[in-house]
């Protein structure tokens, strides 16, 4: 059985250089030493993709590196999985791309680490453990983009940081977690979810997120829209609710061609529109985050600017349509 490794930077490559007692990068190959325990029936194969701060990551080098999960598939009829270390504070940003553009059934797994491998308490040794038994794994086909950490197994679709320090950090609310490890055994529990493909090798990067707060001045959404965005995320009060000096705003956007989605700035729950907005074309993000919304938003662009076409997606997302 053969796993790929990519490493991309972040906490979990924060080593030290013992001798000189200095923190110290550590590559893909560095990783797998601090594991011990994989076994020999799993052959381990690994590159560094690029080696940043998840801080940094930007939606041309997600692009990238689906591209490379693709190619790698594609060129490699016996590799059974990828695991792909990443840093946590863009990592549901660039599962959740990568959800919606692999279009293979084998799985890609992400990992990380809250806490340095420089740290004697480290969680970066074990995450990496389980996520390369979760991708060697035949039960994980067909699942996804998954994120493993703290021996849990989250969907990319729902997958969020919750915590900036905390051990269990990542957390799909009230959807859950679909799996998890113990020990040597993958444990599923949830069926495979909704999913959509796109089709694509281009991202538009002018699609904007801005959140919503008590008594905003609507300036802040004409200054967007001047700089001529391809579309803008609105996270709504509640339900999806707008102020109306900020809605005769986004109007004003819709007429000029520019997409607008609404979700709401609420961690669960669906957003409803109003129907006078429908019909200029503001498109409701369902259950989707702002941060998701964002990204599928990015890809879909660069394919149709129709907002009826791109209103199907996130009503399959949320399974309203099948």
């Known amino acids: 059985m053969k796993i790929k490794l990519i490493a991309t930077g972040g906490t979990i490559s924060g080593g030290i250089d013992h001798k000189t007692g200095k923190p110290k990068m550590l590559h893909a190959g560095d990783l797998l030493d601090l594991v011990k325990e994989i076994g020999e029936s799993i052959e381990i194969e690994y590159e560094d993709f690029c080696t940043i701060p998840s801080s940094s990551m930007t939606l041309e080098l997600e692009l990238s590196l689906a591209r490379r999960i693709n190619q790698l598939y594609r060129i490699d009829p016996t590799l059974s999985g990828i695991v792909i270390t990443h840093g946590t504070d863009s990592l549901e940003e660039t599962a959740f791309l990568l959800w919606l553009l692999i279009d293979d059934p084998r799985p890609v797994v992400l990992t990380a680490a809250q806490r340095p491998p420089r740290y004697v308490d480290t969680d970066g040794p074990r995450n990496l453990l389980n996520s390369i038994r979760v991708a060697a794994s035949e039960k994980a086909k067909g699942k996804g983009v998954l994120v493993c950490l703290n021996g849990e197994i989250n969907s990319a679709r729902y997958v969020r940081k919750t915590h900036t320090t905390a051990l269990e950090t990542f957390k799909s609310g009230q959807h859950g977690i679909i799996g998890y490890v113990d020990n040597e055994e993958i444990l599923f529990s949830v069926k495979q979810l909704n999913r959509i493909n796109i089709v694509t090798d281009k991202i538009d990067s002018k699609v904007h997120l801005i959140k919503l707060a008590v008594g905003m001045d609507p300036m802040f959404i004409e200054a967007v829209i001047e700089t001529r965005p391809s579309a803008l995320v609105i996270e709504a009060f509640g339900r999806g609710n707008i102020p109306p000096s900020i809605v005769e705003k986004l109007l004003k956007a819709r007429k000029q061609g520019i997409i607008i989605v609404v979700v709401s700035r609420c961690e669960e729950g669906r957003v409803m529109i109003n129907p006078k907005w429908k019909e200029c074309g503001i498109i409701g993000g ?37």
């Open 286 to 322: 369902e259950n989707l985050d702002g941060l998701k919304a964002r990204i599928i938003l990015s890809l879909l662009l660069t394919t149709t600017k129709d907002p009826e076409r791109i209103q199907t997606y996130f009503d399959s997302l949320s399974g309203r349509r099948e």
